[in-house]
């Protein structure tokens, strides 16, 4: 049954920790997986979380350590010592450990190091801490099972061995000639089936997938999808064999990636959590709402040329919302669509004229059944030809035009290398309402 942290068992946690009843705080916490007791940590403060974390075994403690937020891992961490942090990097994975030390000070980061007692692991952290976090050397890790291909099956398996305490999961072995380049793959089926005396040469196959340590996440990502894969080689320019990626990496990097999208949808300009300072959430929601507010002006200033005429037909006011909220809808629809093709590389390209085409007849058939919605729903309500007429001449210029808006800023966004996600919130929404605007009123002064 899923763990469910309760305020009640916080609580009894949090009076252990007072007492010092470390007995107790062991038993419970063995009873648990390490993410329920990352939950516990969030709850806790900080000489309480520290507290905890410290009567745990060492292994267990690492694995939690992993699964905290960076920016809550990072004040975390300012509770122990450097010789405490090696202690816990010296059993993680390199990609893992990488992560937390890039998120220490300088000085931290080199104390961390030199204590490391496995040098085999410095190695690796030493290997990684010059990649880009969200590339391909980013986002591997060291620790693999190789085997030359001039070796036996039965060295192969003693290797196996050899590295099955460094090798958390063991996918397949990779196999490599004399100077580290990678040739191909032998799964474990065919090795555990081989006959004795077999070679690697007879049994591997050189139909493998790689990315090079230069590829971004969102490829290294494509590519495992694409071809259903579990972990994926990473080699250098020449083709020679550093590390692998594996799918536990690849999901964190798409959440992480998912999260930001979302919030840049959202207005939101900086990655923020609920719990964060009540400054910084203001902060990271302020420009986009502002610029929101700045629109705003410029469509009531629109309003106001117009007043006359809303004037003398006080009816056209009350279509005012109607105009806004079709514009912002029918442009974040399209907007939507065209950043979700723009994420998704496995198909070929669609070039901007075909786009452009599909959009208009889209655009098209969306703009005559909402037209003709409008000028049903104006006439039901005003009784009235020419208003019916406006609201429907209205509704079908703004459908073409939030359309073509909504699928043309993604792209241009995207060409100057700029999240387009962001063109799917307030920036569409805000455009569509000054023309929304403009058009409406434009078409009210020829008719009327």
Request: aromatic share 6%.
């Amino acid at each position: 049954m899923p763990f469910e942290l309760t305020k009640e068992y916080l609580e009894k946690i949090q009076a252990a920790i007072s007492e010092h009843n470390n007995e107790f705080i062991r038993t419970e916490m063995e009873e648990l997986f390490p993410a329920d007791i990352t939950n516990i940590l969030y709850e806790l403060e900080g000489e309480e979380a520290h507290y905890l974390v410290t009567l745990l075994d060492t292994k267990l403690a690492a694995e939690i350590i992993v699964n905290l937020d960076p920016d809550d891992r990072k004040k975390f961490l300012k509770n122990f010592t450097s010789q405490q942090i090696a202690e816990y990097v010296d059993l993680l994975d390199s990609d893992d450990a990488v992560d937390i030390l890039n998120e220490q000070p300088v000085n931290v980061r080199e104390e961390v190091i030199a204590l490391v007692s496995d040098r085999e692991q410095a190695r690796f952290i030493i290997d990684l801490l010059h990649y880009d976090e969200d590339c391909a050397g980013g986002l591997m890790q060291k620790e693999l099972v190789k085997i030359n291909v001039k070796q036996s099956v039965t060295e192969c398996v003693e290797e196996i061995r050899r590295q099955a305490e460094d090798v958390e999961n063991v996918y397949s072995v990779y196999v490599v000639d004399d100077e580290g380049t990678l040739l191909g793959r032998a799964s474990l089926k065919k090795i555990i089936l081989a006959k004795r005396g077999s070679k690697i040469a007879d049994i591997f196959t050189d139909d493998i997938v790689s990315v090079k340590t230069t590829a971004t996440g969102e490829e290294v990502a494509d590519i495992m999808q694409k071809y259903d894969l579990d972990a994926v080689p990473v080699v250098n320019i020449q083709g020679r064999l550093l590390g692998r990626i594996t799918i536990d990496d690849v999901v964190d990097f798409i959440t992480e990636q998912a999260h930001e999208d979302v919030q840049a949808m959202a207005g939101i300009s900086e990655d923020v959590e609920e719990d964060d300072s009540v400054w910084k959430l203001v902060r990271s929601r302020l420009p986009w709402l502002l610029i929101g507010m700045t629109g705003s002006f410029l469509a009531a200033k629109i309003i106001g040329v117009f007043d006359g005429e809303v004037a003398r037909t006080p009816a056209l006011a009350a279509f005012i919302p109607l105009i806004g909220s079709t514009g912002g809808n029918v442009g974040i629809q399209s907007s939507a669509l065209i950043v979700q093709s723009l994420a998704d590389k496995s198909g070929i390209d669609t070039s901007l004229t075909d786009r452009l085409k599909k959009v208009l007849l889209v655009s098209l058939l969306n703009g005559l059944i909402a037209a003709t919605f409008a000028f049903l729903g104006t006439l039901v309500l005003e009784h009235e030809n020419t208003i019916s007429l406006v609201m429907s001449l209205s509704i079908f210029s703004i459908v073409m035009l939030a359309s073509f808006m909504g699928t043309i800023t993604p792209l241009v966004l995207n060409q100057f290398d700029i999240n387009p996600a962001v063109a799917s919130g307030p920036f569409i929404t805000t455009t569509n309402d000054l023309l929304g605007y403009g058009v409406y009123f434009l078409i009210v002064y020829m008719l009327i």
